[in-house]
């Protein structure tokens, strides 16, 4: 052989043992790396034809290169704009279920007060007309306050339900003693005197729970939708830290400058990156579950217990009793406020002469079940039974959407890595990208949540460092717990230690048999002070609760039918 072969190829075959194993001419080509980088909107003034050296690379392995400083900058974001898209769409199913359940549900609810004042005051202007109007504010304003409790406003609903009770009291008694006149502060002694009176017999009372668990219950059950709303729009908008995005180029990207744009990442190897990217919305998890948890008691609540069906039948007897208590015992009830408040001034001689039972009875009578209206008024009755019925699927609707949506932080990285756009899938561990080359990703992979990450491969996390914003809406579902917690045992936290009597039964009342005054005994004409935190606790507690504005509405309709007869 001549002497200048072997000089040629003893050169030659160290060429080829200094080459990246692996090498050939087509991946030393750039090509596929300009049409992916290129697809993805970037200028291929970036990109050289050819790999070039790596020593500039900050990220990515410091080999033959299809990336320029330029490209790794650039594809670094990109990376972060991906991540941050990637959790914003996994999450959108449970952003979603809470903005479109809020919005319904908030729309039902406003929906059945709206009919329900609508209701009544069209039949009883069409009916009563003057008669009603002059009695109107009583009914427009417990309205105004229902509505107002709904929306967060500072209602305490038992005493404004007392209040109710207390002005119709004021407006009966004056009807049922014609003969005198009463001034303001001798209505006012009248109404004090509600509670140790009982002229409605125990009506106000049972309404007054089954009416507070109601609203107590759906006010709560809206603001934990808003709540839950609130939080996951927040969460889902995360803010990569320098390491987490550093991870991501790795991840994505570095199998571009490697000359691999069609090798996606290895599945564990993006389960440890998302880990480590989402270890404080993992740690949401455990106080996100308790919250769904909680949602779904008070779900149940309205369902059941809160039934607007199971009141509306027995509500119109319930009140046909209060207003015959008032007709049969008015005569003990005058004398006892005539006692306690003194004797009041004859009235004028016009409205002296018409005897008190005759008055009495020409506005109040037993009432009778048949007597149920069938026009105008019963269709108002029966929409409002149709749109609680709405609603009510419309709970059950949330309950199987809040199910979905536990643990759906510690999810997301199995979410995300499962998505065929994202990783090579677990069925191909040996052909996917491990951060380094082509090939089975070896490290194992990691816990969920931030303590769990001090030994993370992928991502560098200062687990001594709690995302501050992350534990303020972990906050924000403990607050919101506790509040359905409470709503589930038909108590309003923020008025729960109005009164040192609380009950445990549930009711949210606090006043018991063997403390409550039970009969009414003056000593003095002058009108004792009265606690307007007193509170009462249901004796049938243990039984299901009947609820919702229906009970108010069909109780003040029918005391004001009798009203204004």
Not at 193 to 209: E, M
Not at 506 to 524: A, H, L, N, Q, R
């Given at each position: ?103 319904k549900f908030d729309e039902f609810f406003r929906e059945l007060l709206e009919n329900a004042e609508k209701s009544l005051n069209d039949m009883f202007v069409r009916t009563y007309g003057m008669l ?88 709560t059950f809206v603001q934990g939708l808003t709540v839950g709303r609130e939080v996951a729009n927040r969460v889902s908008k995360v803010s990569p830290t320098p390491g987490c995005i550093r991870a ?318």
């Open positions: 052989m001549p002497s200048w072969i072997g000089a040629v190829i003893l050169p030659l075959s160290g060429l080829l043992l200094s080459l990246p194993a692996g090498a050939d001419v087509k991946a030393r080509s750039c090509g596929e790396v300009r049409q992916a980088y290129g697809a993805k909107g970037f200028s291929l003034a970036d990109i050289p034809y050819q790999e070039i050296a790596g020593e500039h690379l900050r990220i990515c392995p410091q080999e033959y290169t299809c990336c320029t400083t330029e490209m790794e900058d650039k594809l670094s974001q990109q990376s972060k704009l991906e991540f941050e898209n990637l959790v914003e769409e996994t999450s959108h199913f449970v952003r979603t279920t809470f903005v479109s359940r809020h919005k009603y109007m002059q009695n109107s504010e009583v009914f427009q304003d417990l309205f105004t306050e229902l509505k107002r409790y709904y929306t967060g406003g500072n209602v305490n609903l038992e005493e404004m339900l007392n209040d109710f009770w207390a002005r119709l009291l004021e407006r009966m008694f004056q009807l049922i003693n014609p003969q005198y006149h009463f001034s303001e502060d001798y209505l006012e002694c009248v109404s004090k005197y509600t509670d140790q009176l009982k002229p409605f017999g125990d009506v106000p009372r049972k309404l007054k729970i089954q009416v507070t668990r109601a609203f107590i219950a759906a006010r991501l180029m790795k991840m994505l990207y570095c199998p571009y400058c490697r000359g691999l744009p069609t090798v996606r990442p290895c599945n564990n190897y993006c389960l440890n990156v998302m880990k480590g990217c989402l270890a404080n919305q993992a740690d949401l998890d455990t106080e996100w579950n308790l919250f769904i948890d909680a949602m779904l008691l008070v779900a149940e609540r309205l369902e059941g217990p809160f039934n607007i069906e199971l009141v509306m039948d027995p509500i119109d007897v319930k009140i046909s009793e209060a207003i015959m208590n008032m007709q049969e015992n008015s005569m003990q009830v005058s004398a006892k406020v005539f006692q306690g408040c003194g004797q009041p001034k004859p009235a004028p001689a016009l409205r002296s002469a018409r005897s008190a039972p005759e008055n009495f009875n020409t506005r109040f009578r037993p009432y009778n079940p048949e007597e149920r209206p069938t026009t105008a008024a019963g269709t108002s009755l029966d929409r409002l039974r149709i749109v609680w019925r709405t609603m009510q699927h419309s709970v059950t609707d949330i309950k199987e959407k809040l199910k979905l949506s536990k643990k759906v932080w510690s999810a997301l990285p199995y979410t995300i890595c499962k998505d065929e756009s994202v990783t090579a899938g677990t069925s191909n561990e040996e052909e996917c990208w491990n951060g380094h080359s082509k090939a089975r990703y070896l490290p194992e992979i990691m816990n969920d949540g931030l303590t769990n990450q001090i030994n993370n491969p992928e991502v560098d996390v200062d687990i001594t460092r709690p995302d501050t914003f992350i534990r303020q809406q972990i906050m924000a579902l403990r607050v919101m717990t506790n509040k359905l917690k409470n709503a589930y045992n038909g108590n309003d936290v923020n008025f729960q230690d109005t009164s040192d009597e609380s009950s445990g039964s549930g009711s949210g009342s606090g006043c018991m048999d063997d403390v409550c005054p039970t009969e009414f005994e003056f000593v003095t004409t002058e009108a004792p002070a009265v606690d307007p935190d007193r509170r009462e606790v249901d004796s049938s507690a243990g039984q299901p609760g009947h609820s919702l504005l229906s009970a108010a509405l069909v109780s003040i309709a029918l005391v004001l039918q009798r009203l204004c007869r």
